[in-house]
């Protein structure tokens, strides 16, 4: 079993930055795929990021890309999300997953294993 907690989410001004972290307990994340996804009110959770365990494969959402950044540090057995020159679109729940399969998934079916989210607040 893996256990996810993300953390850093708040408020934020337009074109600001954050960096999110998703702290991973219970084994190692080595071989695991990672993701990142997030949920707007009213709309359904969206993929964001994701890594292979080893950063070798990301993949972007098209809104994203060149803004975000993820990477995992296994030594901490965490992945981070660093988001830059942010968006009041990009409000949300921001959630973590884990896959068994090292693979870089773009869709939640493919995650076994879920945080409990952390809010991200951009205001324009």
């Known amino acids: 079993q893996v256990q996810l907690v993300e953390s850093g989410g708040g408020l934020v001004q337009a074109g600001g930055s954050l960096r999110l972290s998703c702290a991973a307990s219970g084994r190692s994340i080595s071989g695991y795929g990672m993701g990142w996804f997030r949920q707007a009110p009213g709309k359904e959770r969206e993929f964001v990021a994701t890594s292979t365990w080893n950063g070798g494969s990301t993949h972007y959402a098209d809104s994203v890309e060149g803004r975000f950044t993820v990477s995992i540090d296994n030594a901490k057995n965490t992945m981070y999300l660093e988001m830059n020159s942010l968006k009041p679109e990009d409000t949300g729940v921001y959630y973590c997953?884990?896959?068994?399969?090292?693979?870089?998934?773009?869709?939640?079916?493919?995650?076994?294993?879920w945080g409990q989210g952390t809010q991200v607040t951009v205001s324009s």
């Open positions: 997953a884990a896959s068994m399969y090292d693979v870089a998934g773009r869709s939640d079916w493919q995650y076994e294993y």
